[in-house]
C-alpha cells in the first residue's frame, strides 16, 4: 500500500489545536453531522475542546490527470482556499475565519485535501433571498448585497463563483447586515474590473427581471452610469450565462450517457 504524505497549514490563532485538527482529518469518515452532501464535495461540522464550531470541507479524490495537475502544476483547492481566505481579510472582506489546510498525496499525485474554517451560523444566503419574497428587510439586504458586491469590484476581485449560494448573510445586533464569502478556491484578485467584467459577475446571481432591475438600479447609482444602460447590459448578461451554464449542462450529460449507458 502506497505511503501517504501529510501536509498541513495550520493558522497562526490556531497552532496549540494542532494535534486536535489533525485527530479530526484523521477520522473525518467518523463525523456525523453534515453541513453539505454532494457528489463532489462534503461539509462536515466538528466542536473543537475550545468550544469552537468548526466547518470541514473534503474535495472529491481527482481524476487521474487532476491528480498529477495538482501535484506539480496548479494549487489544489484546499490551499487556494486557505491562501485567498487570508487574502480577503487582508483587503476587509468577510469570510469564515481560516483554520488550515490538509493534504494527502503521494510523490507524484494529489490525493484527499481538506480546508477547515470556523463555521458561521448565518441565517440565509443570497440564495434564501431570492426565494424568500416577503423575507423581513428583503429590500435593504438587496441593495447591502450589490453595495458589497460592488467593494468586491472596486478591490480588483473577481469572486469567479459569485453565485446565489456562496454568501452567508448576517445580521448584527445593531440591525445592519454582514455578507461572508464561501467556497473560495475559484478567485482572482488584483484585476481591472471594468464595466463588462462587473456585469458578467453579478449575472450568476439571479434570472428574476424584477431583482435584476433592482440591482441594476443600486449599482448604476454606485457607478455612476444610467440604470437603464446597467439593467440591459446585466440582463444580457444573464441570458447568456444561463445558455452558456446550460449547455455545459446538456454536454455532460450525452458524455455520461454515452460513456455509462
Known amino acids: 500500500m502506497t505511503q501517504l504524505r501529510v501536509k498541513k497549514e495550520i493558522h497562526p490563532l490556531y497552532q496549540k489545536q494542532q494535534e486536535e485538527l ?19 464535495n462534503t ?14 470541507k473534503a474535495f472529491k479524490i481527482p481524476n487521474e490527470f487532476n491528480k498529477r495537475v495538482y501535484k506539480f502544476f ?14 480577503l481579510k487582508e483587503l476587509g472582506v468577510a469570510n469564515p475565519q481560516a483554520v488550515a489546510y490538509f493534504e494527502y498525496s503521494t510523490a507524484t499525485t494529489i490525493r484527499n485535501t481538506y480546508y477547515i474554517s470556523e463555521f458561521v451560523d448565518a441565517e440565509l444566503t443570497y440564495r434564501d433571498l431570492l426565494t424568500k419574497k416577503n423575507y423581513p428587510d428583503r429590500e435593504v439586504i438587496l441593495e447591502d448585497f450589490v453595495r458589497f458586491s460592488y467593494g468586491l469590484h472596486e478591490k480588483g476581485i473577481m469572486f469567479l463563483d459569485h453565485s446565489p449560494g456562496n454568501t452567508l448573510i448576517q445580521k448584527q445586533e445593531d440591525g445592519t447586515y454582514i455578507f461572508y464569502l464561501v467556497d473560495l478556491n475559484r478567485m482572482k484578485f488584483n484585476q481591472t474590473m471594468s464595466f463588462s467584467h462587473r456585469m458578467k459577475n453579478l449575472a450568476h446571481l439571479t434570472t428574476n427581471i424584477h431583482d435584476i432591475e433592482k440591482m441594476a438600479e443600486h449599482y448604476a447609482r454606485l457607478i455612476g452610469k444610467n440604470s437603464k444602460e446597467v439593467f440591459i447590459r446585466l440582463w444580457l448578461e444573464t441570458i447568456k450565462f444561463q445558455f452558456r451554464f446550460y449547455k455545459k449542462k446538456d454536454i455532460k450529460f450525452k458524455i455520461r450517457r454515452f460513456y455509462f449507458n
Do not use: M, W
Open 22 to 40: 489533525t485527530k479530526l482529518i484523521e477520522n473525518y469518515d467518523a463525523l456525523t453531522t453534515y453541513l453539505f452532501k454532494g457528489n463532489r
Open 43 to 56: 461539509i462536515k461540522l466538528a466542536t473543537l475542546s475550545t468550544g469552537q464550531c468548526v466547518a470541514i
Open 74 to 87: 496548479r494549487k489544489p483547492k484546499g490551499l487556494r482556499s486557505f491562501e485567498h481566505a487570508e487574502k
